[in-house]
């Protein structure tokens, strides 16, 4: 491992960021510079979120591990994403769970997540052309959805497409500001518990 990811490691576990062994053993597996831009190489493991095309974010690692955290993978989870981005998240959680399917609304984004993730010889990340907001029928229901674009509240199509005792995790919030927010699917509802104030690109249509 090299010695900027290690230090990076060290303050995610330090900061609480990173809890779990699974977790901590797949953020020093997964080389976050194959998701970055090559110009931002040299900032990989800096704790910082980075552009990477058409005005969209990598987010930071630390908000990648709390996030992952909170989904609680498990290794016979199916899980839905909305905004493969840099394929970056996908890539973390293909290590935890069985599969994932990301949709991204950008077609040059689904191509440089493709990429990356061909790159690092991830193989259970399908990428799907699309608006996460109506989720993904042909495969739910999802043990846990992740939302890593914002909106007002979690889409109803995602919800249904959630199964029981399932979880759903995203920011919702206004466009500058919003707040990580876990819901869990019971036969009454979904139960909501907020987290932490964050600042997501917002989803579009
Ligand atoms: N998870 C990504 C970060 C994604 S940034 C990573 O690890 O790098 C948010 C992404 O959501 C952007 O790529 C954006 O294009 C995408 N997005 C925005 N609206 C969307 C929608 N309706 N459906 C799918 N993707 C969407």
């Not at 194959?34 to 974010?57: C, M, R, W």
Request: glycine share 8%; charged share 20%; with cysteine.
């Amino acid at each position: 491992m090299n010695s900027k990811k290690q230090v990076l490691i060290s303050q995610l576990i330090q900061g609480g960021w990173l809890k779990t062994n699974r977790v901590i053993e797949t953020f020093k597996q997964i080389p976050r510079e194959n998701f970055v831009l090559d110009s931002h190489k040299n900032y990989a493991y800096a704790d910082e979120p980075l552009h990477i095309l058409g005005g969209q974010t990598i987010s930071a690692p630390s908000m990648v591990a709390v996030m992952t955290e909170l989904l609680k993978p498990k290794a016979t989870d199916i899980v839905l994403e909305v905004g493969a981005g840099s394929g970056y998240q996908a890539a973390i959680l293909s290590r935890l769970v069985k599969k994932i399917y990301t949709i991204e609304l950008d077609h040059n984004l689904a191509e440089f997540a493709e990429r990356n993730l061909k790159k690092t010889g991830i193989k259970n990340v399908e990428i799907i052309i699309g608006d996460g907001s109506k989720g993904y029928a042909k495969h739910a229901p999802y043990d846990k959805i992740i939302m890593t674009c914002a909106t007002q509240s979690f889409p109803e199509p995602l919800i249904e497409q959630l199964k029981i005792n399932g979880i759903i995790l995203g920011p919702l919030g206004a466009e500058w500001h919003q707040i990580l927010t876990l819901g869990i699917k019971k036969k009454s509802g979904l139960q909501k518990k907020e987290y932490m104030a964050c600042v997501f690109v917002p989803l579009r249509h």
